[in-house]
């Protein structure tokens, strides 16, 4: 078999068989196929896409490039939870808990944020003492002693994605739908999952910028889980605003600890149970998603996911003490407020723009090496169709430097719009994907 070969029947649109994908697959990861050839390949997938077996077995052959978990030495059903990438989104940290708490072992691999994106293990890693850095041994024992822990990826799970990826994001070929479903789905069940929850994100924010897209994605991971026999649901969320009010490292980690004490904001609490309850039906715990948001609504307000969080944060050396005593986490020097040019109704707050604004401030990454500063980022004081007077505060840029907060501050002045008609409010939990044929699933949400 020729690499040549390979691209060419993938350019003129033709279907791949499970081993020249293999093929290609393997021997790039093995450095025998040139940067060039890949490159060209990639750009045939997105040109001309692939299809459900394709892309499944795109999937298999990445998760046979290194180590799979196994987690089989931890009881009971291990349900993981995937974001397609969000702004503001810091629910990992509350639904894992959460969960756990509830019965459901979270055994996480967690990524790091890249661009306008934040990463749980950068959120975490703000946490003074925290270490995402666990043996294989001591990840499993954590979790059948505490039933949750939170690493970061190892080098030697699914190498092809991290080479793969690395030159899809030099080669504006990240946005293809079937490489983000063999992307996630191959990290997935490389980690070892038996069942998996996806929060495909779609609006200005997300990867997907329309429904229609949103869905293809959903569809296809879902599809792609099931064939892997991974029990698979994804719910489609509004990403046009950010989640919650707080981006940037160390300000997502107390909105986090607000929301775990009942306190936080209505849209992040909402889809930390509505992702959970799927989680928790999904992992055998309850046969009704009713039942499931009930029994953690009772968890959350009885301080137990609460509990857990500390029982993580300890368990991994971080300290503790964050939680009654927030100025433990690191600070900006500056806080500047971002007042509203004139009043009415906010009609938009771009979501993107906000994720750029907080990489400006140095929240985010824009190249894989660079250094984060975990204390800065962006507070934002209203959500999308409140209603604010001329010079109310909507947001504060929390910046370690004057320059940089100066061009967060441009950025959040083009990124919210205000206007004079109350906008449609946009539901945030849009739809869910599942597949209907699948005896397993229609046993549990029957
Ligand atoms: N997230 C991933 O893990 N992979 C992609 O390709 C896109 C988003």
Redesign the pocket.
Known sequence: MRVYDVIAKKRDGEKLTSKELDFIVQEFVKGKVADYQMSAFLMACYTRGLDVDETSNLTKTMVSSGKQVDLSAIPGIKVDKHS??GVGDKTTLVVTPLVAAAGVPVAKIS?RGLGHTGGTIDKLESIPGFSPYLTMSEFIEQVSKIGIAIIGASKSVNPADKKI?ALRDVTAT?SSIP??AS??MS?KIAGGADAIVLDVKVGSGA?MKNLGDARKLAKLMVDVGEKAERKTVAVITNMDEPLGFAVGNSLEIKEAMDTLKGNGPKDLTELCLNLGSRMLVLGGLEKEIGLARKKLEGILSSGKALDKFVQLIEAQGGDSGIIDDYDVLTKAKIISDYTAPNGGYISSIDAEAVGRAALELGAGRAAKDDKIDSSVGIILKRKVGNYIEAGDVLAEIHSNDMDLLDRADTIIDNAISISKEKPEKKELILEEIRINSSPSLRAYYS
């Open positions: 397609t990438g990524g990826y990240v490489l983000i992307s996630i990290k990867f």
